[in-house]
């Protein structure tokens, strides 16, 4: 039995020993937002956030994850983070499979450095792959998140 926290909830799970985060997340809890796609370590598809940390869910075991704190983007959409708008106001999807791995890695990247450079923000988005093409959007998007997040807290909000 192992306990973890995601997106704020508590929980509790029975895991077997070789089952993934991302199998725990998205199979058997339903959250469907990490992508399974190269199943390597390789695409950043199946991102979220622990502990602050943005990792690969396919690549670390469940039981390896008891009493950590996950952020999946689900998480962040419902907490209404700047970064969901203006990934759509930049048309940072084209086929939308990456971009949840995309939004995680970028929140983390924003937690621990608010005011991120473009080339911090695409140092950060390196290990994330779009087969699509769509880089130069999330550098944008990033950007205007960044700035409204500034804004709110000189808002006091």
């Known amino acids: ?6 997106n704020g909830q508590k929980y509790q799970f029975q895991v077997e020993p ?3 985060l991302n199998y725990l997340i998205h199979d ?6 990490p992508k399974m796609f190269c199943d390597r370590g390789a695409c950043g598809s199946c ?6 940390r943005p990792i690969l869910s396919c690549m670390s075991l469940a039981i ?12 962040i959409a419902d907490a209404q983070h700047p970064l969901i708008d203006a990934y759509v106001t930049h048309h940072c ?3 939308g499979y990456c971009t949840p791995g995309f939004v995680t890695t970028s929140k983390a990247l924003l937690d621990r450095n608010p005011h991120p450079t473009e080339e911090e923000i ?9 087969r699509c093409g769509t880089y130069p959007q999330h550098v944008k998007a990033v950007l205007e998140a960044a700035g ?4 709110g807290t000189e808002k006091g909000e």
Do not use: F
């Not at 039995?1 to 995601?6: A, D, F, V």
């Open 122 to 130: 695409m140092d950060a988005l390196a290990g994330n792959l779009c």
């Open 93 to 95: 999807m084209q086929c």
């Open 1 to 6: 039995m192992i306990g973890m926290t995601i």
């Open 64 to 75: 390896e994850c008891d009493g950590a704190n996950i952020e999946t983007a689900e998480g």
């Open 148 to 151: 409204q997040l500034e804004e």
């Open 47 to 52: 991102t979220v956030i622990m502990d602050g």
């Open 28 to 33: 058997k809890l339903g959250l469907t937002s």
């Open 18 to 20: 070789e089952w993934t």
